[in-house]
T-cell receptor
């Protein structure tokens, strides 16, 4: 079934550790996105990529980095995790910009 | 003030009733409007997508956009317990400065009781 795969589904991490969240899509979509979802704050954009080889900052980029080496993969890295990064992280993709976005099922990350 | 406001609920309705959801927004540049449904521990799933003003119907779902009032609505007819979920509105503007950046409401939790 075509879609977005995120890994891991959940993780508990000690503060200060490095962590990479993986995202792969098989729809050949050009654009990909990372969001975090927090209670009462909704979905907030962390980083995005409109095509392979390019990335941009969203609303809450600090403490996160991304890369887009190919069309299918868009990993999100927390270089040194802090408790405020405890959240549910969603990867999304769309065929082109301003097209509806399709989401994965998220990674639940707890930073202790 | 948030760009997109959405009542968090919960909104509880009996099975078979009409569910009425809405969002208000402040950015007059928004032209693309979406509704997503999110089940517990799942990612948002696209329900409806409209461009500019007007109505769009898809089965039991109707989306309305009133740009003059900066107000969008989603109606669910003949509601079922399986419609119990959180519903998120989202919108974006044309132009490269607002490229692809969806602004989401916080979501409304809907509970349909048998």
């Amino acid at each position: 079934i075509a879609g977005i795969t995120q890994a891991p589904t959940s993780q508990i991490l000690a503060a200060g550790r490095r962590m990479t969240l993986r995202c792969t899509q098989d729809m050949r979509h050009n654009a990909m996105y990372w969001y975090r979802q927090d209670l009462g704050l909704g979905l907030r954009l962390i980083h995005y990529s409109n095509t392979a080889g390019t990335t941009g900052k969203g609303e809450v980029p600090d403490g996160y980095s991304v890369s887009r080496a190919n069309t299918d993969d868009f990993p999100l890295t927390l270089a040194s995790a802090v408790p405020s990064q405890t959240s549910v992280y969603f990867c999304a993709s769309s065929e082109q910009y301003n097209q509806p976005q399709h989401f994965g099922d998220g990674t639940r990350l707890s930073i202790l | 003030q948030k760009e997109v406001e959405q009542d968090p609920g919960p909104l509880s309705v009996p099975e078979g009733a009409i569910v009425s959801l809405n969002c208000t927004y402040s950015n007059s540049a928004f032209q693309y409007f979406m509704w997503y449904r999110q089940y517990s521990r799942k990612g948002p799933e696209l329900l409806m997508y409209t461009y500019s003003s007007g109505n769009k119907e898809d089965g039991r779902f109707t989306a309305q956009v009133d740009k003059s009032s900066k107000y969008i609505s989603l109606f669910i007819r003949d509601s079922q317990p399986s419609d119990s979920a959180t519903y998120l509105c989202a919108m974006s503007a044309r132009g490269t400065d607002s490229w692809g950046k969806l602004q989401f409401g916080a979501g409304t939790q809907v509970v349909v009781t048998p």
